[in-house]
């Protein structure tokens, strides 16, 4: 695939999560993915992804850079939406709040293989934080 063909897949797969059409997701995602070293499997990663819709009902992903070095693709993705309660330990509790997450994708073919995503936890504890007089 060239850089181009390899970042229209991406963009599609993006809307794929961001419309939450899990059937189409085999199109997208490899049977055997792997996600931070964990073997997810394709069913394994469509519970993850469900599980997050279903704790951050207004979740939305947004490309913010996007890099394609077939096959793999590197991501900065943006974030503004409102966790019910604990998000990555901290307790959000219905806050809206913007982070990024940075990830790094692996593609065999068309499908994705392997992922590597780091949150920026600190922008969201920075969010949480009481201001001080």
Sequence with gaps: MTQSELSNVYRDY???LNSQDWP???????????????????SGYRRML????????DL?????????????????LRFNCTPKGKFLGLAVCGRRVSFAENVFYE?????????WSV???????AQLVPPSD
């Design 14 to 16: 993006i809307a794929c």
């Design 24 to 42: 189409a997701l085999e199109r997208f995602v490899h049977e055997d993915v792997k996600h931070n070293g964990a073997q997810l499997g394709i």
């Design 50 to 57: 469900e599980r997050d819709f279903s704790e951050i009902p």
């Design 60 to 76: 939305s992903f947004h490309v913010e850079l996007l890099v394609s070095n077939p096959p793999y693709i590197a991501s900065r």
């Design 107 to 115: 593609f065999r073919g068309e499908k994705i293989a392997e992922v």
């Design 119 to 125: 949150i920026d936890k600190g922008a969201i504890e």
